[in-house]
């Protein structure tokens, strides 16, 4: 079983820069994808960035050129820095991760952070 404990969000004014952070806990052999997505209020969850064990990584081309998405494997982590807010980043942000149980693949999610871009 995995949670995932999420850290960091908050509100900046536009231009501004925030980060998010998330850590994988409890009993598992390794984590494979972990990934932050992020839903607007009356708008549909969207994927923001994702990154791979092998480090390859996925971007929402939202997010392109803006953020940056960083994992450490051996401390089960995964953070995007995000630059250049705008007030269209404002949403809750949820850290996903994939790990392969007895069970199969599961997915797991976190509680969500709120990232508010506002003047």
């Known amino acids: 079983q995995v949670q995932l404990v999420e850290s960091g969000g908050g509100s900046v004014q536009p231009g501004g820069s925030l980060s998010v952070s998330c850590t994988a806990t409890?009993?598992?052999?390794?984590?494979?994808?972990m990934a932050w997505y992020r839903q607007a209020p009356g708008k549909e969850r969207e994927l923001v960035a994702a990154?791979?064990?092998?480090?390859?990584?996925t971007y929402a081309d939202s997010a392109k050129g803006r953020f940056t998405i960083s994992r450490d494997n051996m401390k089960n982590t995964v953070a995007v820095q995000m630059n250049s807010l705008k007030p269209e980043d404002t949403a809750t942000y949820y850290c996903?991760?994939?790990?392969?149980?007895?069970?199969?693949?599961?997915?797991?999610w976190g509680q969500g952070t709120q990232v508010t871009v506002s003047s």
């Open positions: 996903n991760a994939g790990s392969w149980t007895d069970k199969g693949y599961e997915i797991y």
């Open positions: 990154v791979t064990k092998a480090g390859t990584t």
């Open positions: 409890g009993t598992f052999q390794s984590i494979d994808t």
